[in-house]
């Protein structure tokens, strides 16, 4: 059974940073891509950033040059590092792991930017 399990969310003041890890109960490569999507209340969900199997990575526009995903293939997990954080950054962080036959998320984790 796939399990995607996030952690590290929490409160961090503007400019701050914080890393989101997605721990998977298989093998990261057994997904075509794995991402970070986000969904602030009353917003739809959205892709912040996503990784294929062969390193390419993506990144929405509004956290180009500040967030940066990576993974461990040892650990199975896979990273989000936010950098200058701002409030609009608020939301819950969902991890995503995609096959051809289906989407897997975990349940997510939330990031409140506020001073």
């Known amino acids: 059974q796939v399990q995607l399990v996030e952690s590290g969310g929490g409160l961090v003041q503007p400019g701050g940073s914080l890393t989101l890890s997605c721990a998977a109960s298989?093998?990261?490569?057994?997904?075509?891509?794995m991402g970070w999507y986000r969904q602030a209340p009353g917003k739809q969900r959205e892709l912040v950033a996503s990784?294929?199997?062969?390193?390419?990575?993506n990144y929405a526009d509004s956290v180009k040059g500040r967030f940066t995903i990576s993974r461990d293939s040892a650990k199975n997990t896979v990273y989000l590092q936010m950098n200058s954080l701002k409030p609009e950054d608020t939301a819950v962080y969902y991890c995503?792991?995609?096959?051809?036959?289906?989407?897997?998320w975990g349940q997510g984790t939330q990031v409140t930017v506020s001073s």
């Open positions: 995503q792991g995609r096959r051809v036959a289906a989407d897997y």
């Open positions: 298989v093998s990261i490569f057994s997904f075509l891509t």
């Open positions: 990784i294929t199997k062969s390193g390419t990575t």
